[in-house]
């Protein structure tokens, strides 16, 4: 991207289903940047009316969209449709900004076509907004995806750490109304999909809360199971579908090893061993030379080696 820096506007997104404790402070995080506010909008998407939120969002400029209950796609679909800017910083209502993250973002922007972007995260507060920033960043071109194919799938993880280009939402605007679930590994994979330049960013610019009602957080093993097979593993599937026509290896690599992680765990979760070693030979022999390719030769050979004595295990290793 040229430095045309006054035509650069990044749309902040922050969605809120329901839940209110916290909204107020992510919006406050998003008001308090140290990048000048005509530089980038604000948005926030929620299901319900709440005085004090309200009287806030319009005492700050904030634009506001009022949905029914929506599905997370059409929270997403409704996103790129409102949102100005050239990128989208989402924002979950219970995870709050670093107030140095969209200067950070701003300037990477004004010297690189950025179609992904994340940064590192922080699961206490008060490590926000301290210390000095790690001035390099990770540039990944597509040609280097393979040999950083782990990073790239580390960093599939938390919307509130991702800023994406608008336009590769866009561009899958009349199917995304069906996504259920996991937008970071949706973000991650149109993005690979695409060849768009990546940026991984070490700095910890934003506040992963983790609390009860998260819903990648569950402690009742009930609800746990639930979420898998009722939200991760087909919204998953459903991504896999979405881009499977793209000759993408790599992101159908990833897509997959993310859908036999959640299926393990689940397997585990319902104590259910049937099918996990059969499941686990399949899908080594297709994949597991391509997953341990990064890896230290040494590493290599040790977790061949194990996948062959303890397969269960092993599995579990190769895959982090």
């Known amino acids: 991207m040229a430095d045309n820096s006054k035509s650069i506007l990044i749309s902040v997104v922050v969605t809120a289903y329901n839940r209110r404790d916290f909204l107020l402070g992510a919006l406050n995080s998003a008001v308090n940047q140290t990048l000048s506010r005509d530089l980038y909008e604000i948005i926030c998407i929620k299901n319900f ?180 097979i009722g939200l991760n593993i087909p919204s998953l599937r459903f991504i896999r579908e979405l881009i499977a026509k793209s000759n993408s290896n790599l992101a159908l690599l990833f897509l997959d090893t993310v859908i036999f992680q959640a299926q393990t765990r689940l397997d585990m979760l319902k104590g259910d061993k049937s099918g996990l070693v059969g499941d686990t030979r399949k899908f080594f022999k297709e994949y597991g030379l391509k997953l341990l390719r990064n890896k230290p030769f040494l590493r290599r050979v040790m977790l061949i080696l194990v996948f062959f004595v303890y397969k269960n295990y092993a599995i579990k290793r190769f895959l982090s």
């Open 49 to 228: 009316f709440e005085e004090d939120i309200d009287s806030y969002i319009q005492k700050n400029k904030i634009i506001s969209v009022k949905t029914g209950n929506c599905n997370l796609g059409e929270y997403l679909k409704i996103a790129a449709e409102k949102a100005n800017g050239q990128v989208i910083a989402f924002l979950d209502d219970d995870d709050v900004f670093d107030s140095r993250k969209l200067s950070r973002v701003y300037e990477l922007l004004k010297s690189n076509d950025i179609g992904y972007y994340h940064n590192a995260m922080t699961r206490e507060e008060k490590d926000l907004n301290t210390g000095k920033l790690e001035e390099d960043v990770l540039k990944i071109i597509p040609s280097d995806y393979n040999k950083n194919y782990n990073i790239l799938h580390s960093s599939a993880f938390c919307m509130s750490a991702i800023v994406i280009k608008k336009s590769l939402i866009e561009k899958y605007s009349k199917d995304i109304i069906n996504l259920r679930g996991n937008p970071d590994c949706f973000s991650l994979s149109v993005s690979l999909v695409n060849n768009a330049n990546i940026i991984i960013d070490s700095n910890k610019l934003t506040f992963y809360r983790v609390h009860a009602n998260n819903t990648s957080k569950q402690n009742d093993l009930n609800k746990a199971i639930e979420s898998e």
